[in-house]
């Protein structure tokens, strides 16, 4: 069932909510979508809509019946409700033969205006959900082995990063060396999605969705989610959630699902939450996402948290609370490395052997 809100003085279309229709049908189901959907329209401010319903009768009508019934917001009109099915479209408000005809009236989308318009080269329409959830799916076959062996190497290389710190009791020193490598890793990606290029090579890949595990590389990145780059940064984190190994989607796909809220996607938004939260159903970033997009809240309160500087300095001081309490273990003044983070350089690979 889609719902399409819209506002005066032509009927502008403001807001799109989409449910699923319950199968097997349920009344009480039915009613929760007309409640919700009639508590986000008014939210919004939105006093007329038109909904659509895909599918069998036996599915829609239910829901249908369910947002005919008058709303305690009086404010609200669903001025027509219809249902779609194979290239036919019957109406729940019209009971004109001549109008309406029980057999339903057949449609052509093909020669539509609105199907020329959204016909824009690089931009195809898909022709549902599950289409769509497929632009955001994981990689298969040979390439789903090559990101494997890369999440592989680069694990391995995070634990000898970890491993430089792991004897001089901070528990901060080993947060901040982790950062300290994928900050400018993370910061350069997004660059190069401004710039138009891609992310490349596997191994470069499977650096960032390591480093993004780490909240303060994470939250830095979502704060340089301007959204005058919304598309470049869209192309950016599908790109990384797609060659995501399992067990480092959750990150880059709440990135994903953030920059799709930014530029109205809502569609996109939720099925990137889908794949965020089947990754990790407690990630926190895409909990609140999905709780807030569920609400109905507009693009326009997709507003970044923090600035880059902000993230930084909120995470400086928590490091300098852990460094006040040391982790326990007596040692060796000479087992201590004064400062590890003197050892890093700009690439965390650069003293790798790659290989093929």
Known sequence: MVIIGVEPPRSRVKLTLRYDLPDPPDPEAAGGIADHAAAVLSAQGIEAAVAVGYGPGALVTPVADALRIPTPLAALEIAEIYRVEDGRYWSYTCAKPGCCPPQGTPFDIADH?????????????LTGRAELA???????????????????????????LVARVARCGHRGSARRLIATAGLGAVAEAIAAARRGDRVAGDHSVAWLTVVLRDLRVRDDAW?????????????????????AHPGYVAAPASLLAFV????????LANVALDRALADDPGYSMARLLRQVIDGGAPPSLARLPMTPEEVAASYDDLDEDMDEE??????????????????MVDDPYEDEDWGA
């Open 326 to 343: 040391p982790s326990g273990g007596d040692m060796d003044d000479d087992e201590v490395d004064d400062d590890p983070e003197e050892d």
């Open 223 to 243: 704060a340089r989610m301007d959204p005058a780059y919304c598309d470049a940064h869209r192309l950016l984190w599908t790109d990384v959630t797609r060659r």
């Open 260 to 267: 799709a809220w930014q530029s109205g996607n809502g569609a």
């Open 113 to 125: 205006p609105a199907a020329a318009a959204m016909a824009v080269p690089g931009v195809p329409v």
């Open 134 to 160: 497929a632009t955001v799916a994981p990689l298969t076959g040979d390439a789903a082995e090559s990101m494997q062996r890369a999440t592989r190497h680069a694990e391995e290389h995070a634990a000898r």
